[in-house]
């Protein structure tokens, strides 16, 4: 029921992972937001028989970096190699990356969110984008307006 009234209330000409925060909303509403955030991050899509999957816009590539194809990188075509043909032609599905059998788990999904805010605090030494885009962010966000 509750479903029902969210859908209702803040998407109902579209689905949950394309709604829009909007602006009187819910604390509900804003939680479930930062969570799809989360969930975003993590979900791609599991190529069965290619019909339901927008090469350049879904999130499609076993690869963490974005999971979208940006160029003919060797990393990508790695990645897109390894993906196993569908021999029964199931449908494409949405797939969770971070667990081995594609089912989301808080567990995870918690490990993802630390391993974000390792990122943002600087924790992370292996390069200094992640860090330095944090930073832009966090110094936008803090501004007064």
Known sequence: MI???LKARYFPKCNFLAADKGRASSYIWRSLIWGRELLLSGLRKGIGDGQETLVYGDAWIPSP??????SPQEEDVKAITSIP???NFHKDRWIWHYTTNGTYSVKSGYRLEMSKKKECSGVVASSSEPRIRCAFWRKVWSQEV
Do not use: W
């Not at 970096?65 to 940006?70: D, L």
């Open 85 to 87: 043909l569908s021999v």
């Open 3 to 5: 479903h029902k009234v």
């Open 65 to 70: 970096n974005s999971f979208r194809p940006i």
